[in-house]
């Protein structure tokens, strides 16, 4: 996973001068689960499918030029390392904060699954 080589393909677009921002999102694993709990490791599993519904139908929204995303699947995770990246590239902030946030949440919500390892 490579944030900077994501945004080298964004700017490879020949249509990115329309483009007025890239917002991201860099999800990392963090120390403590949503209840608290230590956590030792996590894993996430992706499905693929959804996840390309998904970014077709936001792209077609209104100022979208590009959407990446990379998610760190099939591998243990440590407290620290990147979960996922998200890129969203559009014309102003009102359309490009709009379908980050609604991308964001559908990918958490039916595209990932995560198993997380509690310390003991």
Do not use: W, Y
């Amino acid at each position: 996973m490579n944030i900077s080589k994501m945004m080298d393909a964004i700017k490879q677009h020949p249509q990115f001068d329309k483009v007025g921002m890239v917002l991201c999102h860099n999800g990392i694993v963090r120390g403590t689960s949503r209840d608290g709990r230590k956590i030792k490791q996590l894993s996430v599993s992706v499905d693929h499918r959804i996840l390309d519904q998904i970014v077709s139908e936001q792209k077609k929204r209104p100022g979208i030029l590009d959407i990446r995303v990379e998610i760190a699947e099939d591998r243990d995770l440590r407290i620290g390392d990147d979960v996922m990246f998200l890129l969203v590239a559009g014309d102003i902030r009102e359309n490009v904060i709009a379908v980050l946030t609604d991308t964001l949440n559908q990918i958490k919500t039916v595209v990932t699954k995560k198993k997380e390892d509690f310390a003991d």
